[in-house]
């Protein structure tokens, strides 16, 4: 999310080196990127809706433009019946899909989820899972991190650990 530069080295996305990024267009970045947020941050006062919408909005685009598209992403969640729902209304894994479908409603080059499966069942991770997996077919780079090691094994995507850190291949793609 770029809230953190590092000290030394280089981080390039979308061919930019984010080091030497302009404060003033880091929003402009950001709106590149979709974050699933572990505490899922969503704001308590939108609804569902208006909480999935709230990146078109920020993007300019009119509600006749996305409101379709809004409810077709919530339903694919889990979530078409809660469309008018406030977050604080909501279980813990609603709440979880509600942030992925912010994460993901734009289409983003780049989706960086944190436990994105940590509050829903086996099925709606998996599902989600193929969200996630059709997004990256779509051209963009999902990286996930998980305790989930049963979800990397089924993700057929590499797997990456950190451990004391450093980053190592644990190992090609696990499936198909």
Known sequence: TLADRPIKGTIRLFGTD??????????AFRRRMGVVFQDFRLLDHLSAF???????RLAGQERGRYAADVEEMLRWVGLGDRLSAPPPTLSGGEKQRLAIARAVITRPGLIVADEP???????????????????NRLGATVLI???????????????LRL??????????????
């Open 18 to 27: 984010v080091t030497r990024i302009q404060r003033r267009d880091i929003p």
């Open 50 to 56: 208006e909480n999935v919408a709230l990146p078109l």
């Open 163 to 176: 451990n004391g850190g450093r980053l190592s291949e644990t190992g090609g793609r696990t499936a198909a």
């Open 117 to 135: 499966t940590g509050s829903v069942d086996a099925a709606m991770a998996d599902k989600l899972l193929r969200l996630f997996q059709s997004l």
């Open 145 to 159: 991190a998980s305790h989930d090691q049963a979800l990397a094994e089924r993700s057929g995507a590499r797997v």
